[in-house]
């Protein structure tokens, strides 16, 4: 695997007064999936569009396979990237049909008849070749962009928001599909989403941008686990954060004694999942659930501390418990703790 | 992402073969305005002379009062016609709506005419009631007959404007006054009236510019207001600087009417949510079958009555065998001159909408405002002008066809500047980056994604100036080549000889296409 491939350095960005990507650094390796995940307005598509080369860096490098594709000096245009884009609104050409779009970035000289059928039947859509956009579905919509794109033979291919246009009913099933095809072709992957799930499920390695600056890059796991500061905590997964001292690997706090995450000492603020607490129905119960959702796979208490603190608390889906109902909370789990405010 | 998106339009480097062709196209239109005054202060003291004669000083009162007392008339007229026709339940409310829009396709010459032909000496009215004993009708000439003629051509700029505000209006406003007390005409005065006011101001500015400009009908009607004093001076003058001069205040006045309503209207914005709450038709009672009369009259007057008049002397004229032929050959160059002034406008209009929409910023936006020039300016000046320019500087291009279209292209480019903006607005610009993507230049892209998607709204765009460009009158009389007659210059000349018979076909011609534009006008305005 080629460590940079992709390579990007103190690739800033500004609108005016705004300052949408800030010193941004990035690598991606030949053939990973990779997410930039992020709040709304954090800079995520802009750093994706600076690296398509529809926008300029006001500073930094942008570098593909050793070729350096934007800096001070240079800039390469989209069209002489070779990094093909699938659009949020699959913008697909809705003045020619399926087989017109796909064939649009075939390569001069190629057998654009027999490609054409060829990436075609890789999306699994061979039937569609004369239908016009507009006859689609947004999933079918999609596996045409997904093969227009291919069609070009780019290097790299960037993502933005992909499935948010889709039904939810089917967003997970075509998000298993694209992986799929992703992973089959081989081709070297970023794609942009705001949708967590989605970011943790489908890349290998993800980036969370927040305010124009990526604060933690890893493995989905580590990202989850071992977010790097609280803003990350809170914008990922279900967590809760409590005050408590940490002395030896062990926080006190007001749920008790809790394992910590090693490499921390003294005052934190701990943070600790919503599924590594549970419910216990002892004496001196000093807890009130004050509200139940329930998923179905497994359910969502939110519990009113002896403190008064709310606490979210994940319970299986098996488990009775309602509101009003005297409970205890124990920690399962093991916390993470951040320095306190 | 919200933010970015709203970030995007100024991001983007400027274009420069763009750039630069959009800022030659806004050049040109600016020439005529900019060229005439440059020859006008010229002249020094010739200035004062020419503007300080007392035939200037009249022309111009006259041109100040027949616009004021024209638009006045189209907003009193107009606004109750728009509430009757929108608002209430008077009967046949749909037709009267089409009915009262259709004086918009009557060129103001074909009004002249048709007035002339119907009430003048030697008219229809005359032949119909000679027999009668009536000898003498009152004098259509002078104020009299042309603010008549121009108050039912016109209104309808105020009533499209007006009846379009009514429909956005928010119903619920409307129920929360009804259920606060008020009754249905206190709800119009102090709910409607207020919210339509920048709809109202929007069609009186329209209204004023078009009275300003306009030439057929005063000159036919002899009552001479600034424009007839400019041509006549053009065509009998010895010396062509005074027509120059007299150019300035009528440019003055446009500039004026525009700055006032930039101004009034940036102060006035109301907000009316889309999908607004249900409209009920507010019941008229007593006053149902008067208001009925209204629409009807106004409707009979301003369409009934031209289109009457004009086949009345069509037929006299099939009756008394006169020669047709004549019309052939008007139509083609008509169709000519106008075809080729859709094409420039057009393609004059294709940088500056790719600028304004692409590439929003003060400059592109700049240069948009700009190019809406040549619809406030008086037609005339801008004949004039070129007229002056091409004697002077390019005499290759005197009198030519060629320079006759440009002056089209200019006066229209509005038109067209529109319906590609709009057409533009509808393409995806992702689709235009997935190109670049796929390995497709800036010109590739262009070509293959781009301009497939635009074609429709562009051809659309191409017929409203075909079609305004026909009804054309001082630009033509002014700058076609010698011997150059088209449908507009054929009526003009066959009324002021009172030849009105001959006046009748192309009218009939004329009118047929302009309701043609009016048409896809009023279908541009409901899909925006």
């Given at each position: 695997?080629?460590?940079?491939?992709?390579?990007?350095?103190?690739?800033?960005?500004?609108?005016?007064?705004?300052?949408?990507?800030?010193?941004?650094?990035?690598?991606v390796?030949?053939?990973?999936?990779?997410?930039?995940?992020?709040?709304?307005?954090?800079?995520?598509?802009?750093l994706?569009?600076?690296?398509?080369?529809?926008?300029?860096?006001?500073?930094?490098?942008?570098?593909?396979?050793?070729?350096v594709?934007?800096?001070?000096?240079?800039?390469?245009?989209?069209?002489?990237?070779?990094?093909?884009?699938?659009?949020?609104?699959?913008?697909?050409?809705?003045?020619?049909?399926?087989?017109?779009?796909?064939?649009?970035?075939?390569?001069?000289?190629?057998?654009?008849?027999?490609?054409v059928?060829?990436?075609l039947e890789?999306?699994?859509?061979?039937?569609?070749?004369?239908?016009?956009?507009?006859?689609?579905?947004?999933?079918?919509?999609?596996?045409?962009?997904?093969?227009?794109?291919?069609?070009?033979e780019?290097?790299?291919?960037?993502?933005?928001?992909?499935?948010?246009?889709?039904?939810?009913?089917?967003?997970?099933?075509?998000?298993?599909?694209?992986?799929?095809?992703i992973?089959?072709?081989?081709?070297?992957?970023?794609?942009?989403?705001?949708?967590?799930?989605?970011?943790?499920?489908?890349a290998?390695?993800?980036?969370?941008?927040?305010?124009?600056?990526?604060?933690?890059?890893?493995?989905?796991?580590?990202?989850?686990?071992?977010?790097?500061?609280?803003?990350?905590?809170?914008?990922?997964?279900?967590?809760?954060?409590?005050?408590?001292?940490?002395?030896?690997?062990?926080?006190?706090?007001?749920l008790?004694?809790?394992?910590?995450q090693?490499?921390?000492?003294?005052?934190?603020?701990?943070?600790?999942?919503?599924?590594?607490?549970?419910?216990?129905?002892?004496?001196?119960?000093?807890?009130?659930?004050v509200g139940?959702?329930?998923?179905?796979?497994?359910?969502?208490?939110?519990?009113?501390?002896?403190?008064?603190?709310?606490?979210?608390?994940?319970?299986?889906?098996?488990?009775?418990?309602?509101?009003?109902?005297?409970?205890?909370?124990?920690?399962?789990?093991?916390?993470?703790?951040?320095?306190?405010? | 992402?919200?933010?970015?998106?709203?970030?995007?339009g100024?991001?983007?480097?400027?274009?420069?073969?763009?750039?630069?062709?959009?800022?030659?196209?806004?050049?040109?239109?600016?020439?005529?305005?900019?060229?005439?005054?440059?020859?006008?202060?010229?002249?020094?003291?010739?200035?004062?002379?020419?503007?300080?004669?007392?035939?200037?000083?009249?022309?111009?009162?006259?041109?100040?009062?027949?616009?004021?007392?024209?638009?006045?008339?189209?907003?009193?007229?107009?606004?109750?016609?728009?509430?009757?026709?929108?608002?209430?339940?008077?009967?046949?409310?749909?037709?009267?709506?089409?009915l009262?829009?259709?004086?918009?396709?009557?060129?103001?010459?074909?009004?002249?005419?048709?007035?002339?032909?119907?009430?003048?000496?030697?008219?229809?009215?005359q032949?119909?009631?000679?027999?009668?004993?009536?000898?003498?009708?009152?004098?259509?000439?002078?104020?009299?007959?042309?603010w008549?003629v121009?108050?039912?051509?016109?209104?309808?700029?105020?009533?499209?404007?007006?009846?379009?505000?009514?429909?956005?209006?928010?119903?619920?406003?409307?129920?929360?006054?009804?259920?606060?007390?008020?009754?249905?005409?206190?709800t119009?005065?102090?709910?409607?009236?207020p919210?339509?006011?920048?709809?109202?101001?929007?069609?009186?500015?329209?209204?004023?510019?078009?009275?300003?400009?306009?030439?057929?009908a005063?000159?036919?009607?002899?009552?001479?207001?600034?424009?007839?004093?400019?041509?006549?001076?053009y065509?009998?003058?010895?010396?062509?600087?005074?027509?120059?001069?007299?150019g300035?205040?009528?440019?003055?006045?446009?500039?004026?009417?525009?700055?006032?309503d930039?101004?009034?209207?940036?102060?006035?914005?109301?907000?009316?949510?889309?999908?607004?709450g249900?409209?009920?038709?507010?019941?008229?009672?007593?006053?149902?079958?008067?208001?009925?009369?209204?629409?009807?009259?106004?409707a009979?007057?301003?369409?009934?009555?031209?289109?009457?008049?004009?086949?009345?002397?069509?037929?006299?004229?099939?009756?008394?065998?006169?020669?047709?032929?004549?019309?052939?050959e008007?139509?083609?160059?008509?169709?000519?001159?106008?075809?080729?002034?859709?094409?420039?406008?057009?393609?004059?209009?294709?940088?500056?909408?790719?600028?304004?929409?692409?590439?929003?910023g003060?400059?592109?936006?700049?240069l948009?405002?700009?190019?809406?020039?040549?619809?406030?300016?008086?037609?005339?000046?801008i004949?004039?002008?070129?007229?002056?320019?091409?004697a002077n500087?390019?005499?290759?291009f005197?009198?030519?066809?060629g320079?006759?279209?440009?002056?089209?292209?200019?006066?229209?480019?509005?038109?067209?500047?529109?319906?590609?903006?709009?057409?533009?607005?509808?393409?995806?610009?992702?689709?235009?980056?997935?190109?670049?993507?796929?390995?497709a230049?800036?010109?590739?892209t262009?070509?293959?994604?781009?301009?497939?998607?635009?074609?429709?709204?562009?051809?659309?765009?191409?017929?409203?100036?075909?079609?305004?460009?026909?009804?054309e009158?001082p630009i033509?009389?002014?700058?076609?080549?010698?011997?150059?007659?088209?449908?507009?210059?054929?009526?003009?000349?066959?009324?002021?000889?009172?030849?009105?018979?001959?006046?009748?076909l192309?009218?009939?011609?004329?009118?047929?296409?302009?309701?043609?534009a009016?048409?896809?006008?009023?279908?541009r305005?409901?899909l925006?």
């Amino acid at each position: 695997m080629n460590e940079g491939f992709l390579r990007c350095r103190g690739v800033s960005k500004r609108f005016g007064q705004t300052v949408a990507v800030d010193q941004v650094d990035l690598e991606v390796a030949q053939g990973e999936i990779f997410a930039l995940l992020g709040p709304s307005g954090c800079g995520k598509t802009t750093l994706l569009r600076l690296v398509g080369g529809f926008e300029a860096p006001d500073a930094g490098t942008v570098e593909l396979d050793g070729r350096v594709l934007a800096s001070g000096s240079q800039f390469v245009p989209p069209e002489k990237r070779r990094i093909a884009v699938v659009f949020q609104d699959f913008a697909l050409f809705p003045h020619m049909n399926v087989g017109k779009n796909v064939a649009f970035g075939l390569p001069k000289g190629a057998d654009r008849k027999r490609r054409v059928a060829e990436l075609l039947e890789l999306v699994g859509l061979p039937e569609l070749e004369r239908r016009m956009p507009h006859e689609l579905s947004g999933g079918q919509q999609q596996r045409v962009a997904l093969a227009r794109a291919l069609a070009a033979e780019p290097r790299l291919m960037l993502l933005d928001e992909p499935f948010s246009n889709l039904d939810p009913a089917v967003r997970q099933r075509v998000r298993a599909e694209v992986k799929q095809l992703i992973q089959a072709v081989g081709i070297t992957a970023i794609f942009v989403t705001h949708d967590q799930e989605e970011a943790l499920s489908l890349a290998e390695r993800v980036a969370v941008m927040m305010d124009g600056r990526i604060v933690q890059s890893g493995a989905p796991a580590s990202i989850y686990l071992q977010p790097a500061n609280r803003p990350v905590a809170e914008f990922i997964g279900d967590a809760n954060f409590l005050p408590g001292e940490v002395r030896g690997g062990i926080a006190t706090c007001e749920l008790g004694n809790v394992r910590v995450q090693a490499g921390f000492e003294g005052a934190a603020e701990l943070m600790i999942r919503a599924e590594d607490l549970a419910l216990g129905r002892g004496g001196g119960a000093s807890s009130e659930v004050v509200g139940v959702e329930y998923y179905g796979h497994d359910q969502m208490a939110t519990v009113r501390s002896a403190s008064g603190r709310l606490l979210k608390v994940r319970l299986p889906a098996g488990v009775h418990a309602s509101e009003g109902e005297r409970v205890t909370v124990e920690v399962a789990g093991e916390a993470r703790a951040f320095p306190s405010r | 992402m919200a933010v970015m998106a709203r970030a995007r339009g100024h991001a983007r480097r400027l274009p420069w073969a763009t750039a630069v062709l959009a800022t030659a196209v806004t050049a040109l239109v600016l020439l005529p305005p900019v060229y005439l005054v440059g020859r006008a202060v010229s002249a020094g003291s010739g200035i004062e002379e020419a503007l300080t004669d007392s035939s200037a000083v009249q022309a111009l009162g006259r041109t100040l009062l027949l616009t004021a007392s024209v638009t006045g008339t189209c907003v009193a007229l107009a606004v109750p016609l728009a509430w009757i026709t929108a608002r209430t339940d008077v009967p046949l409310a749909r037709v009267w709506t089409v009915l009262l829009m259709l004086p918009l396709a009557i060129p103001s010459f074909v009004g002249g005419f048709v007035m002339i032909s119907a009430f003048g000496p030697g008219g229809m009215a005359q032949d119909l009631l000679e027999p009668l004993g009536v000898e003498r009708l009152p004098s259509i000439y002078g104020f009299s007959g042309a603010w008549l003629v121009l108050s039912l051509l016109s209104y309808p700029y105020v009533y499209l404007q007006a009846s379009a505000a009514l429909g956005r209006m928010d119903g619920t406003i409307e129920e929360a006054s009804r259920s606060l007390g008020k009754g249905g005409w206190t709800t119009f005065v102090h709910v409607h009236l207020p919210q339509l006011r920048p709809a109202v101001a929007a069609g009186a500015l329209l209204t004023a510019l078009y009275v300003l400009s306009e030439f057929g009908a005063v000159s036919m009607l002899r009552y001479d207001t600034l424009t007839p004093l400019i041509y006549i001076e053009y065509t009998t003058g010895f010396d062509r600087t005074t027509a120059a001069v007299l150019g300035l205040p009528l440019i003055a006045l446009a500039a004026l009417l525009v700055t006032v309503d930039g101004v009034t209207r940036g102060a006035a914005r109301y907000h009316t949510r889309s999908g607004a709450g249900r409209q009920r038709r507010v019941p008229l009672g007593r006053w149902r079958w008067p208001a009925f009369a209204l629409c009807a009259v106004v409707a009979l007057l301003g369409a009934g009555v031209p289109v009457g008049v004009i086949l009345y002397w069509l037929v006299r004229g099939l009756q008394s065998g006169a020669d047709s032929g004549f019309v052939v050959e008007a139509l083609l160059n008509s169709a000519r001159a106008a075809g080729l002034a859709a094409v420039v406008a057009a393609l004059g209009a294709l940088p500056i909408a790719l600028l304004s929409v692409r590439h929003r910023g003060w400059f592109s936006g700049l240069l948009e405002k700009l190019s809406y020039t040549g619809q406030a300016l008086p037609a005339i000046t801008i004949a004039l002008a070129l007229v002056f320019f091409t004697a002077n500087y390019a005499t290759r291009f005197y009198q030519t066809l060629g320079v006759l279209v440009v002056a089209y292209a200019v006066r229209f480019l509005p038109e067209a500047l529109g319906a590609t903006r709009a057409a533009l607005l509808q393409v995806n610009p992702n689709g235009e980056e997935a190109a670049r993507s796929l390995g497709a230049g800036p010109v590739r892209t262009f070509l293959r994604v781009t301009a497939p998607q635009m074609a429709p709204g562009v051809s659309a765009g191409m017929l409203l100036v075909f079609l305004s460009a026909v009804k054309e009158l001082p630009i033509t009389l002014l700058l076609s080549p010698i011997g150059f007659e088209t449908l507009a210059t054929d009526i003009w000349s066959s009324t002021s000889e009172a030849f009105f018979t001959r006046a009748a076909l192309p009218s009939l011609i004329l009118l047929a296409l302009s309701g043609l534009a009016v048409l896809l006008l009023l279908r541009r305005e409901r899909l925006s």
